[in-house]
């Protein structure tokens, strides 16, 4: 049996050059695919913040009705926007080699890092708490958009700079001349990894996906969400996580933020590679243990309020 597999996508030209990375993988391999671009609640509603519109997956969601309705037979995600729990019946089919896990600031003149005022842009809840944590007097905006609207409202307005994840602006390349490297910011679970959907039942682009997978990725990427998944997070809680292969060892370094960046609490370990099944889990409690369990229902509390 061999049929056209139908890749469901966003519309916007990140995605689309993840679908067609994917695309361009399958054909490698002997499959036939076509791309079927399709426009998300994310996408559409720009001028609310995600975690005020109360959806986990707010960027998965219309094509995971999409492939369980059969319009699209997989899908394509960046992993950072994926929910820890897929909705019944689909399954991860693969994890694509990762690419950087960064974040990094676009800015207009570094100068303002030294000074008291300055205001930087981010729709993101745990880059806005670890940026007010290292630089509390600064001011903190709300941006949204796909990478190129967020870009231009960058120019449009007076801010100091704006925060974006590495690969994102690599993969379109409009990563500018001018940012430097947020080394010091833990990335969200699974930033920069693209992982692949399909339904449980089809065992054929489920097989034809196993070929694409990158074990390392994955196993680094699975320790980061379980992490988050353990903490009870969503996509919205201001949470890091970042597991790394460090010869045969897996070395972890998450932390939860309150939303205000005053508090910190954080957590770093290293096992031996075949010793990390339940390293998130583990690492997720320790935090809970530590004053984690208070400070996420302060959060919770706010953002449903």
């Known amino acids: 049996m061999s049929k056209v597999i139908r890749i469901g996508t966003r519309d916007s030209e990140l995605a689309l050059w993840q679908a067609k990375t994917v695309q361009n993988a399958l054909e490698k391999t002997g499959h036939k695919s076509e791309l079927v671009p399709v ?36 899908a394509v995600h960046s992993m950072k926007d994926v929910p820890t729990s897929l909705p019944k019946g689909i399954v991860e089919a693969a994890v694509m080699k990762r690419a950087s896990n960064k974040d990094i600031l676009v800015h207009k003149g570094v100068d303002f890092l030294e000074a008291e005022e300055g205001t930087i842009a981010t729709g993101s809840l745990r880059r806005k708490a670890q940026w007010l944590h290292k630089y509390p007097t600064h001011k903190v905006v709300d941006l949204r958009g796909n ?18 994840a590495a690969a994102g602006l690599e993969r379109i390349e409009i990563k500018p001349d001018n940012f430097i490297d947020l080394n010091w910011m833990i990335p969200a679970p699974a930033q920069g990894a693209m992982l692949i959907v399909a339904m449980e039942n089809d065992t054929y682009c ?13 196993v680094c990427v699975h320790i980061e969400r379980e992490f988050l998944k353990v903490l009870e997070g969503g996509c919205t809680a201001p949470i890091g996580a970042l597991a790394k292969k460090v010869n045969e060892h897996i070395h972890f370094h998450g932390a939860l933020f309150s939303l205000d960046g005053k508090k910190k609490i954080e957590v770093e370990r290293a096992l031996p590679i075949d010793e990390v099944e339940n390293m998130g889990k583990e690492c997720a409690l320790e935090i809970l243990n530590n004053g984690g369990k208070e400070l996420m229902t302060r959060i919770k509390s706010v953002l449903n309020n």
């Open 39 to 74: 426009k998300s609640t994310g996408d559409l509603n720009l001028d609310q913040p995600l975690y005020e519109m109360g959806i986990t997956g707010i960027f998965t969601k219309t094509l995971d009705v999409a492939m369980i309705k059969g319009e699209v037979d997989i």
């Open 206 to 218: 489920r097989e034809a996906l196993s070929l694409l997978n990158h074990q390392e990725s994955q």
């Open 147 to 164: 990478v190129n609207t967020r870009m231009q409202k960058l120019n449009d307005n007076s801010w100091n700079g704006a925060i974006f």
